[in-house]
């Protein structure tokens, strides 16, 4: 890339994390690397990846959704890129680094990001086998393959990264302890006050929290069994990961005689120049001013001082506010500026709320003008607007309260962006202002969340500062001019609720309809599952009907798991279930080898259903007299119960019989997103009604109905709309509700988002559904009436159709279930094998000789969607795309997960390209030139298709070929 590449000089830097990337990524964005060769050496096989999100590993996402950037864009930028060698030694003389593969590398400039390592105390057995540290992607490999055989297990380390870990085996379904030596969570963070939130709202998700306990040993023969603590105290564990700090991993400064800190970390000044002028130091090995910076944001400011400073420009580095907003199991913390109790120059203003688990504490002033420090727990909303009062050094606002979640109003919520600075700082992380995030909006007429990170690179470190970004982007389009429209995608210029009334006044029954009078090209994944949505919601028409606009779940009524199999769950109304309904569930799971697993709701989930075998085994279901769960659909899913004055001796309402009158009704209901309900039978609240979409909890007079929670990613609260009502006005109002709900909401939005953004907020609800200051109630019950009679089990005329029967195969050709799906046992029960590393190395096959191959007449193949056709040992998707009068063939195989999938996923068109969606995790290819549409580097292997004689074929190499290049396996992965 290069023409005088040799005559340049060379900057190798040591450590290919978060922070040694930026800097890469810093000095190619300024130039740099046409200015010198640059040289990145990283000790793991993995390029740099997303260390501050590591825990949504465990969560779903892969090590190649966590990576930074693809493996090609060094390439592209003539950067040479080393991995899987660790630097062993620099020569400062022959300015020169030697790797553990006696790879010698000359340096004209060297960067230290070599980064931090795990502190592991010196505690007796930490050597065991079941001990970890929580530190790399190996680290999480190692630890997952090992809970598979644990059952409890403990952190040790309640800090920040603890909490991290702490979460990561909630999340791989462990008991899970933390240990802390202090006598609070995050000690450095929040006070002792903010500290008992957070511990009870970590408890709330069966994390035990054991404080102020040193432990002294880890027991056990050989392996980990339990750990005893300073107070003669023990604990059974079978699985330990120390979280207790990091080291700065600056071995290779001190064998080279570089200038350390007495606790570690190279010493650096301003300039980020260690002690020899030829070596600088970034990130959490770099100890500037006798700080050593536990954060990203600090190492990516640094990283940007250095690269202005290679290109030329004077910069320093001042240090680095620690400010930070950080979600630790599912509990928004924050905390600004100086936080010290103590601190006599300042006054406290404290906001609580133990009901719904808020801690807010500012620290104001003496004066009261200026905001000092902030704490926040269990609701971090207000941490951007104050900490743009704080970075400004702007004066507090008379009502301080306002600021806090108590004292919030409609007009106090929307405000945030409107009110700060141009200089203020939006992106921490990247150090991005408002100024330079509107002024791009402008200038590059951006008007996409994506652009913008793209343009500025806000939002693409920790991500907090997302929901900023878009609201800053809304204002600058408004303050255009710009009509700030939702719309669903490209395919539709409407918002959903427009489309619903579009709908509903036009009497349109079909997507095709719609497309063709409202919309333009041929849909995608995101437009048709709404469509489907809004098409159930208004005329509650037999899903299949539309099948082929619906995602995989509602496209075969049961929702997809790894490796392409189905779970079913049948409805179980209030949880309430007979002795013969349990034996007929346990004879159906072992009679198709089933896994089962009572589910949170109250039911029975049974796991491991291949395509062809859901028809029989709803068969037998139905039979026994169950009926479609809907688990598979934005739809009404369950209505937990507590036993109620049926069996409890506090009950003051029969709560199950009211439960199972509520999900009776609502059964089979579609909406913008699921719905959960619940119905207590006293203020004990057992069935937990006030975390869910709607809830029922039982007084001496009647029932409280509170609406709006939501106990999933961003737990809230519901809130109350009535108190003391009868059934008959309950579910009158939750007619009224959801129909409201149902017509407004905008795709895949939950009740309580929705209610969120919805102007006026729950007295806007209330006028609607009770005061009918809309004057629409009448028409909102007769929709919903219409939706409640309407109802029919989905499964039940499945079964009863052998036309629709026929829709559940795997392939087109063959009677065969797929080969591909493998199996494991755990627990006396079978598993999907865990999924094939995707990271390896891949090449887009080389076919040959093509020839034309007959798969099935034009007549079997179901129109807009695709079919598996077996072919040797390989499987090829084919795709009637009708939409576009022309048919596709590709590989079966997504190459993200390596499942069987392809085949079954939406159709859809990116401007004038084909694609399909992959069902499991949304992943679009071209069916053209089977590129990634998602922007990942993976690849599909496309072939040609033609139809003669209203006969299908499809132009392939021989079968000996694919077999050879493992099609079944990794077909045509880059």
């Known amino acids: 890339m290069h023409s005088q590449a040799s005559a340049l000089p060379s900057i190798i830097v040591v450590g290919n994390g978060m922070v040694g990337h930026k800097f890469v990524e810093k000095m190619v964005a300024k130039g740099g690397h046409e200015r010198y060769r640059i040289t990145v050496i990283g000790e793991e096989t993995m390029h740099a990846y997303d260390r501050v999100h590591l825990t949504s590993y465990f969560s779903g996402k892969s090590a190649d959704d966590l990576q930074l950037t693809p493996r090609t864009w060094y390439e592209q930028n003539g950067i040479t890129h080393v991995t899987g060698e660790k630097v062993v030694l620099i020569d400062r003389e022959q300015r020169c680094v030697r790797t553990s593969q006696d790879r010698v590398l000359f340096y004209d400039h060297l960067v230290m990001a070599t980064g931090s390592a795990p502190l592991v105390p010196a505690i007796a057995g930490v050597d065991k086998n079941g001990v970890f540290v929580y530190r790399t992607i190996d680290d999480l490999k190692a630890i997952e393959a090992f809970s598979k055989q644990a059952r409890c297990a403990a952190v040790i380390g309640g800090g920040l990264l603890g909490l991290e870990a702490a979460k990561a085996l909630v999340d791989l379904g462990l008991q899970t302890h933390v240990i802390e030596f202090a006598d609070r ?173 808020v801690y807010q504490k500012l620290f104001i002033s003496s004066d009261g003008r200026q905001l000092k420090g902030a704490i926040l727990v269990g609701d971090a909303s207000p941490y951007h607007q104050l900490y743009q009062i704080y970075a400004g050094q702007t004066p507090m606002p008379a009502a301080v309260d306002s600021l806090l979640w108590g004292g919030k109003t409609a007009s106090t919520t929307q405000s945030g962006s409107q009110n700060m600075a141009d200089h203020a700082q939006v992106c921490v992380c990247e150090n991005v202002s408002k100024g330079v995030i509107c002024s791009a909006i402008r200038e590059q007429k951006l008007d996409k969340i994506s652009q913008i990170k793209s343009s500025t690179k806000a939002g693409t470190g920790c991500g907090g500062c997302v929901p900023l970004l878009n609201e800053l982007l809304q204002a600058e389009l408004k303050a255009q001019g710009q009509a700030v429209k939702k719309t669903i995608c490209e395919h539709f210029l409407f918002s959903r609720h427009e489309l619903f009334e579009i709908v509903k006044v036009k009497k349109i029954k079909s997507f095709e309809a719609l497309l063709q009078s409202h919309g333009r090209g041929q849909g995608c994944e995101v437009c048709k599952p709404a469509v489907a949505s809004i098409l159930a919601g208004i005329w509650n028409e037999w899903i299949i009907d539309h099948q082929n606009i619906q995602d995989t779940n509602d496209r075969y009524l049961a929702n997809i798991q790894r490796g392409g199999t189905y779970s079913i769950i049948p409805r179980v109304p209030g949880g309430e279930i007979t002795p013969d309904k349990l034996i ?39 039979e026994a007299g169950f009926e479609s769960g809907h688990a598979y659909g934005k739809a009404m899913r369950t209505v937990k119960s507590c036993i109620g004055t049926t069996w409890c001796r506090y009950g003051v309402q029969d709560s199950t019989s009211f439960a199972i009158r509520i999900e009776e009704r609502y059964r089979g209901i579609r909406a913008p997103h699921k719905l959960k309900a619940a119905a207590s039978g006293c203020m004990r609240e057992c069935a937990e009604a006030q975390c869910k979409d709607f809830g029922v909890v039982a007084t001496e007079k009647g029932w409280n109905l509170f609406v709006c929670g939501n106990g999933g990613a961003k737990p809230q609260h519901a809130q109350l709309l009535a108190t003391d009502i009868d059934e008959d006005t309950c579910i009158k109002y939750l007619d009224r509700f959801l129909m409201y709900y149902i017509q407004t909401a905008d795709p895949l939005t939950r009740t309580a988002p929705w209610l969120n953004k919805l102007e006026g907020g729950m007295d806007h609800i209330k006028a609607v559904v009770i005061a009918d200051e809309l004057g629409i109630c009448a028409q909102l019950e007769k929709d919903m009436a219409y939706l409640v009679d309407g109802y029919q089990c989905e499964w039940k005329m499945v079964v009863e159709d052998p036309e629709k029967r026929r829709l559940f195969t795997h392939f087109i050709n063959s009677s065969e279930a797929d080969p591909a799906l493998q199996f494991v046992e755990e627990r006396g029960q079978k598993r999907p094998a865990d999924w094939a590393d995707h990271s390896e190395s891949q090449t887009q096959l080389s076919v040959g000789p093509l020839a034309w191959y007959a798969v099935a007449p034009v007549i079997a193949f179901p129109e807009n969607a695709g079919v598996a056709v077996k072919y040797g040992n390989t499987q090829i998707a084919v795709f009637n795309f009708n939409h576009r009068q022309n048919w596709y063939a590709s590989q079966n195989m997504c190459p993200h997960r390596k499942d069987m999938t392809l085949a079954r996923g939406l159709l859809g068109s990116h401007g004038e390209d084909p694609k399909v969606a992959c069902p499991l995790h949304k992943k679009t290819f071209s069916l053209t030139h089977g590129g990634c549409l998602s922007g990942e580097d993976y690849r599909i292997q496309t072939f040609p298709v033609k139809v003669e004689n209203q006969h299908v074929y499809v132009q392939l190499p021989s079968v000996e070929v694919l077999e050879e290049k493992t099609c079944e396996k990794s077909l045509a992965c880059p």
């Open 584 to 622: 007929a569930l346990g004879a159906i799971a072992k009679q198709y080898d089933l896994y089962c697993k009572i589910t949170g709701g109250q039911r029975i989930d049974l796991l491991g259903a291949r395509v062809e075998q859901l028809p029989s085994i709803w068969e037998a279901l139905v």
């Open 185 to 357: 969570l995050m000690p450095r963070q929040i006070d002792n006050a903010g500290s008992r939130f957070l511990e009870n709202e970590i408890k709330k998700l069966g994390v035990q929290i054991h404080l102020s306990k040193s432990t002294q040993a880890i027991l056990g023969n050989g392996h980990v069994q339990g750990m005893a603590f300073n107070d003669a105290s023990t604990l059974e564990v079978d699985m330990v990961v120390v979280s207790a700090g990091i080291r700065p991993r600056d071995e290779l400064a001190r064998a080279c005689g570089l200038e350390v800190g007495q606790r570690g970390g190279i010493a650096v000044n301003d300039r980020l120049q260690s002690s020899d002028p030829g070596i600088y130091a970034i990130g959490e090995v770099a100890l500037h001013q006798n700080m050593i910076y536990g954060l990203v944001a600090p190492g990516y400011a640094m990283a940007e001082v250095l690269a202005r400073n290679f290109m030329g420009e004077e910069q320093s580095f001042r240090g680095a506010d620690l400010s930070t907003k950080l979600k630790l199991l599912g509990v928004e913390v924050a905390n600004i500026g100086s936080t010290a109790s103590d601190d006599a120059s300042c006054l406290p203003i404290i906001y609580q709320d133990h009901q719904k688990g």
